[in-house]
């Protein structure tokens, strides 16, 4: 063996050793990373989850107390303890809105936290889209005969049957309902439902309100988004009924939508499986 070859051969024995020390010492520093993301992971959690259990008892601290502030309220409307004179008489359906809406608001906060400890529990069960109508129909009717604005129901043709959670589909309406009939000064509120071809069943709530910015409407369902509009300043709320209305529906197996134009008005919908768990899924009959 020539003296060259044998240069040669140290030569790349000296290379693939320091391709080893090189490699050795990559795997060290990815080690250590992920290591670092696992710690930082851990970090993110536990601040994730102090923070569901600080919204969920702070939460249920307030409600107590926004109870009986509604409750003194509706009695000294009612006149139990005397007559009130009109000035009174407005002032405590001021405070009596006030807590209404601070209940609203903690009740959002409480979802929310639930939602994000995993603690919502899909109960779904046989029911007919009539009576879903039926009970929002009665639930908004004081609302609606107190404003301007008309709240139609258009009536899904034939039976429908849906097997899901009722009161999560109920609770995403009533959060698309409440905002059109909050920003719709005049016209008309519509709700509909259609069966799609696909197993999908979808909800729809129309309104001829002031609409959204086309910038606005990719933020829309994210948490604590509030439009910077006057009409959104004037009208109070946590900003977390759209986002809540979208992780429920995600949690049926669905999605939610919007579409809207500046002074022309929103359309929100979600689009949920018939029968939560797939097509395929294995349910009781109705």
């Given amino acids: 063996m020539s003296a060259e070859f044998q240069g040669l051969l140290a030569a790349r024995d000296d290379d693939i050793a320091a391709l080893r020390l090189e490699l050795d010492e990559t795997n060290k520093g990815v080690v250590a990373l992920y290591a670092e993301l696992d710690d930082k992971a851990s970090q993110l959690r536990d601040a994730n989850d102090l ?4 919204l969920s008892y702070m939460s249920h601290e307030f409600r107590t107390p926004l109870t009986s502030m509604t409750s ?25 809105g006030s807590a209404r809406e601070l209940t609203e608001m903690v009740n959002d906060l409480l979802d929310l936290a639930k939602v994000e400890a995993g603690r919502i529990i899909i109960s779904p069960e046989w029911f007919e889209m009539v009576d879903l109508f039926a009970a929002l129909r009665g639930m908004f009717k004081p609302i609606a005969a107190s404003t301007s604005v008309a709240l139609v129901f258009d009536e899904p043709e034939g039976t429908v049957k849906l097997y899901t959670d009722d009161n999560k589909v109920s609770q995403i309406l009533r959060n698309f309902i409440s905002n059109a009939l909050k920003f719709t000064p005049l016209g008309e509120v519509r709700v509909s439902a259609r069966v799609l071809d696909d197993g999908m069943v979808e ?25 910077d509009v006057r009409l959104q300043k004037r009208l109070r709320g946590s900003g977390l009924g759209l986002s809540l209305a ?4 995600e949690l049926l197996g669905g999605t939610v939508a919007v579409q809207s134009e500046l002074g022309k008005g929103s359309r929100f919908s979600v689009v949920i499986p018939m029968r939560f768990g797939g097509a395929a899924a294995t349910v009781p009959s109705p």
Avoid: W, Y
């Fill in 51 to 54: 923070k569901s259990r600080f």
């Fill in 72 to 96: 003194i309220s509706g009695i000294l409307l009612a006149k139990l303890d005397g007559p009130l004179t009109a000035e009174q008489t407005k002032q405590v359906e001021f405070i009596r």
């Fill in 203 to 227: 909800f729809a709530v129309s309104d001829t309100g002031i609409g959204i910015a086309a910038e606005h409407v990719p933020n829309l369902f994210k948490d604590f988004v509030q439009l």
């Fill in 246 to 249: 979208r992780k429920f529906a």
